[in-house]
């Protein structure tokens, strides 16, 4: 059974810093993509940043140039560090798995980043 499980939310001020991590277990192979998504209270959920299997990293541009995606392949993990963090950043991350590219994928239950004024 796959399972995928972040760590690492909380409350930190404007402009500090949090490192997110995410850990999938019960898969036996390297899913075609890995990443994580966040959702603000009232908001849809939208991607931050995502790590495709061969190298290819997407950043949102929101978030682009502050946040940093980091993905072991053979561990199958994925971290997101962020960096001077924002009060709109402030949302539940949610660690996002797709298998192929045709579609097929599992998610973390979410963690919970909070940035103060």
């Known amino acids: 059974q796959v399972q995928v499980v972040e760590s690492g939310g909380g409350l930190v001020e404007t402009g500090g810093s949090l490192r997110l991590s995410c850990v999938v277990s019960?898969?036996?192979?390297?899913?075609?993509?890995m990443g994580w998504y966040r959702q603000g209270a009232g908001k849809d959920r939208d991607s931050v940043a995502l790590a495709d299997k061969g190298g290819n990293r997407h950043y949102s541009d929101s978030v682009r140039g502050r946040f940093i995606i980091y993905r072991d392949e053979a561990k199958n993990t994925v971290d997101l560090q962020m960096n001077a963090l924002k009060p709109e950043d402030t949302a539940v991350y949610y660690c996002?798995?797709?298998?192929?590219?045709?579609?097929?994928?599992?998610w973390g239950q979410g963690t919970q980043v909070t940035v103060s004024s």
């Open positions: 996002y798995v797709q298998i192929s590219a045709a579609g097929g994928d599992y």
């Open positions: 019960g898969m036996s192979f390297r899913p075609f993509r």
